[in-house]
């Protein structure tokens, strides 16, 4: 993907206040890497290594990515996770898989042995505790399988502790309004891919203006198909940091990028402090 299509890397930095955190991870400093779709066309491989030197710049307690390592062929993640070995993390690197790892019949068995074989522990409907027993970490399967069952892992959970929720789609912070998530990450949006300053999202005014455009000329464009309404139900959590009822939600622009490219939203790497 041309830079002039996909725009400069940028580091999004943000402190989280959780109520209850453990004294031992206060200031903990977690990056989040998203949608990296590396499959020779939607990121490039600059793109990939700056965000890798910027990750390990910024010194991570933990890493965490949050899905769509491939596009459709799950052939790419080998080549992948050679350029991933460079990422470090002092607590390890953890992720989820997102849809389109596991399109392919044999893409998630694929993907996760092949994260794992860097090191990288992959959850699906787990619960791990690199930041110890007080502050658990849960990841979810991809909201769009028969194997997303949240309640199966957050009922395993002490309400009266704090926890951090991996989940590619931010769609699901609706549904995890039902139990404590004091911080969920997420993916799959793209930020929206092309944002009016001041005003957001392209996508969230489409019923209003994008629809009022010929058909054969929305079909020209992916990013104004009808179809990509689909791909997410609450577009106004597309990006950045969200209260959804007393949960807290961040959505990570991610580094891929479709056609027809990035309009005022660059890809990211996000650095986070717990407080």
Not at 3 to 9: A, F, K, R
Not at 69 to 78: F, L
């Amino acid at each position: 993907m041309h830079w002039l299509l996909t725009g400069s890397l940028t580091v999004e930095k943000l402190v989280v206040k959780i109520e209850g955190l453990p004294a031992s991870t206060k200031g903990t400093r977690i990056v989040q890497l998203s949608d990296l779709h590396y499959d020779g066309l939607r990121l490039s491989e600059e793109m990939l290594e700056q965000a890798i030197i910027t990750s390990n710049q910024a010194e991570p307690d933990l890493l965490v990515l949050t899905g769509d390592y491939i596009t459709d062929d799950p052939a790419p993640i080998y080549k992948l996770v050679k350029r991933l070995k460079k990422l470090k993390s002092r607590l390890g690197i953890y992720a989820v898989l997102g849809n389109h790892d596991i399109r392919h019949r044999t893409a998630k068995a694929e993907v996760t042995a092949a994260l794992k074989s860097i090191d990288i522990k992959v959850l699906w409907n787990e619960i791990a505790y690199p930041l110890g027993k007080d502050l658990p970490l849960v990841g979810l399967a991809e909201y769009w399988c028969q194997e997303f069952d949240p309640a199966s892992v957050m009922n395993q959970l002490d309400a009266a502790k704090p926890c951090i929720v991996l989940s590619h789609n931010p769609d699901t912070a609706q549904i995890l309004q039902q139990w404590r998530v004091d911080l969920q990450l997420s993916g799959h949006s793209h930020g929206g891919q092309i944002v009016l300053p001041d005003i957001g999202p392209l996508v969230v005014y489409y019923k209003k203006f994008v629809c009022k455009i010929p058909k054969d000329v929305r079909r020209l464009i992916p990013f104004l198909r009808p179809d990509y309404v689909k791909v997410l139900r609450h577009w106004e959590w597309a990006q950045g940091f969200h209260r959804v009822g007393k949960n807290q939600l961040y959505v990570n622009r991610g580094l891929g990028t479709y056609l027809p490219g990035r309009l005022f939203c660059n890809p990211e790497v996000t650095v986070i402090t717990l407080e």
